[in-house]
């Protein structure tokens, strides 16, 4: 059945257009589409009133730890990457097809293989026979691989299956056992930290080894001024680097764990105000390509710890949008640029050539959105697997009215 989005804003500017979906992919975009000749003979087709809303390509999330509907639902986001942090991991073919099925057809999961068996970081798991099995792509997952020659052996052999290599960027020796990043307020809580360069030595390090290997590398979180200008270099030298981000990283500083916050305990930890400004304005100029959720569920018993037990994590789906919103209210990006962040830049790295756009042909991924309806951020009414967010009691902008996936109107 056809479906028509009627007088719908779209993200760029044009208003009151009509969307026509057919087949599970867009088929025309027209202000007039009555009068072309892919509306005709439409009489029977399903409307979706779009008045007042915003038309944008769903969200890719790259970089989730748990399929979580509600939350990702909520939040605009119609595909997600899934990390290798599984039980069981995702390193063999056969856990990676089971969950890139486990949430079809309303959700889609792209499950991104574990670089080393079990994540132990000993030996390369099989990632051709992952990649065949519906792997997008290969991490690292939580922690950062140590060893030089397994490192540039794992990117060599992701360039040669062209998969990208997305990585959790810490040096381990320098981060074991800290919970924060080294200043003034870790100090006065007593809180084990970790120096900020521990994130730039480990991207210095991997990106060397890119011009050795070629390789396609995602760092998931670039969150320091020193790091950042390692990523701007790179891609200067025409490498095949990109970089992720959280709000999380964009909107607070190390601040956020005073009292010891346990919803602010990251990984990586939240840094200097002087960092956190620098992301901004990395995700201004193009150096930040993604902005992902990092939606990583915890419950009670994770988080109500004393600081150093508690566990690093965080929830984002449900607000991943309504913060890219915020940004551009802020004047910090335009919309056209919120969506490249959100999903065409995550749709391009994982490889998907039909998804990620609102354009002709491109599969009917689409969340209609009340830009200015404004709400709160609750930890204790989350849709979800769990509200351990740090943004608790935060107002924000923006909701999701209806999801199409492949054309499907969901809610």
Same mark, same amino acid.
């Given at each position: 059945?056809?479906?028509?989005?009627?007088?719908?804003?779209?993200?760029?500017?044009?208003?009151?257009?009509?969307?026509?979906?057919?087949?599970?992919?867009?088929?025309?975009?027209?202000?007039?589409?009555?009068?072309?000749?892919?509306?005709?003979?439409?009489?029977?087709?399903?409307?979706?009133?779009?008045?007042?809303?915003?038309?944008?390509?769903?969200?890719?999330?790259?970089?989730?730890?748990?399929?979580?509907?509600?939350?990702?639902?909520?939040?605009?986001?119609?595909?997600?990457?899934?990390?290798?942090?599984?039980?069981?991991?995702?390193?063999?073919?056969?856990?990676?097809?089971?969950?890139?099925?486990?949430?079809?057809?309303?959700?889609?999961?792209?499950?991104?293989?574990?670089?080393?068996?079990?994540?132990?970081?000993?030996?390369?798991?099989?990632?051709?026979?992952?990649?065949?099995?519906?792997?997008?792509?290969?991490?690292?997952?939580?922690?950062? !691989? &140590?060893?030089?020659? *397994?490192?540039?052996?794992?990117?060599?052999? $992701?360039? %040669? #299956? /062209? @998969?990208?290599?997305?990585?959790?960027?810490?040096?381990?020796?320098?981060?074991?056992?800290?919970?924060?990043?080294?200043?003034?307020?870790?100090?006065?809580?007593?809180?084990?930290?970790?120096?900020?360069?521990?994130?730039?030595?480990?991207?210095?390090?991997?990106?060397?080894?890119?011009? !050795? &290997?070629?390789?396609? *590398?995602?760092?998931?979180?670039?969150?320091? $001024?020193? %790091? #950042? /200008? @390692?990523?701007?270099?790179?891609?200067?030298?025409?490498?095949?680097?990109?970089?992720?981000?959280?709000?999380?990283?964009?909107?607070?500083?190390?601040?956020?764990?005073?009292?010891?916050?346990?919803?602010?305990?990251?990984?990586?930890?939240?840094?200097?105000?002087?960092?956190?400004?620098?992301?901004?304005?990395?995700?201004?100029?193009?150096?930040?390509?993604?902005?992902?959720?990092?939606? /990583?569920?915890?419950?009670?018993?994770?988080?109500?710890?004393?600081?150093?037990?508690?566990?690093?994590?965080?929830?984002?789906?449900?607000?991943?949008?309504?913060?890219?919103?915020?940004?551009?209210?802020?004047?910090?990006?335009?919309?056209?640029?919120?969506?490249?962040?959100?999903?065409?830049?995550?749709?391009?790295?994982?490889?998907?050539?039909?998804?990620?756009?609102?354009?002709?042909?491109?599969?009917?991924?689409?969340?209609?959105?009340?830009?200015?309806?404004?709400?709160?951020?609750?930890?204790?009414?989350?849709?979800?697997?769990?509200?351990?967010?740090?943004?608790?009691?935060?107002?924000?902008?923006?909701?999701?009215?209806?999801?199409?996936?492949?054309?499907?109107?969901?809610?």
């Amino acid at each position: 059945m056809n479906k028509i989005i009627k007088n719908i804003a779209l993200f760029d500017g044009r208003t009151k257009q009509d969307i026509l979906i057919s087949d599970q992919n867009i088929a025309d975009i027209n202000k007039n589409l009555a009068k072309s000749d892919a509306g005709k003979g439409l009489s029977d087709a399903d409307i979706i009133d779009g008045s007042g809303l915003t038309a944008l390509p769903a969200i890719i999330d790259i970089g989730t730890f748990k399929i979580d509907k509600a939350a990702f639902f909520m939040g605009g986001i119609a595909r997600a990457a899934l990390m290798p942090d599984q039980n069981p991991t995702l390193d063999e073919p056969s856990a990676v097809k089971y969950a890139a099925l486990k949430a079809k057809p309303d959700l889609w999961i792209h499950p991104i293989g574990a670089a080393t068996k079990g994540l132990e970081n000993q030996s390369m798991a099989e990632y051709a026979l992952m990649k065949d099995a519906g792997a997008r792509a290969i991490s690292t997952g939580r922690h950062w !691989i &140590s060893n030089s020659g *397994l490192m540039l052996k794992i990117q060599q052999y $992701a360039a %040669s #299956l /062209d @998969l990208p290599l997305i990585i959790h960027a810490e040096d381990c020796g320098l981060t074991h056992g800290a919970n924060a990043t080294s200043s003034l307020n870790a100090t006065i809580l007593g809180i084990l930290a970790a120096p900020p360069q521990a994130e730039s030595i480990a991207i210095a390090r991997d990106i060397a080894l890119a011009e !050795i &290997s070629g390789a396609a *590398l995602h760092f998931r979180h670039v969150t320091t $001024a020193k %790091s #950042l /200008d @390692l990523i701007k270099q790179a891609k200067k030298q025409g490498l095949k680097i990109t970089a992720g981000v959280s709000p999380a990283y964009l909107l607070l500083n190390d601040m956020a764990i005073s009292d010891f916050r346990t919803f602010a305990h990251l990984s990586p930890p939240l840094r200097s105000e002087d960092d956190r400004l620098a992301a901004l304005e990395a995700l201004a100029d193009g150096t930040i390509d993604i902005l992902c959720s990092a939606h /990583d569920p915890r419950d009670v018993e994770e988080k109500r710890l004393p600081f150093s037990d508690s566990a690093a994590g965080m929830v984002g789906a449900q607000s991943l949008l309504s913060h890219g919103l915020n940004l551009v209210r802020d004047g910090v990006i335009n919309m056209e640029r919120l969506t490249q962040l959100l999903s065409s830049n995550p749709a391009k790295l994982l490889g998907l050539g039909n998804a990620g756009k609102l354009e002709n042909g491109f599969e009917a991924d689409i969340i209609l959105v009340d830009e200015d309806a404004p709400w709160q951020i609750k930890s204790d009414n989350l849709p979800g697997l769990a509200g351990n967010t740090p943004f608790d009691g935060l107002p924000v902008i923006g909701k999701v009215r209806h999801m199409l996936k492949g054309g499907k109107l969901l809610f």
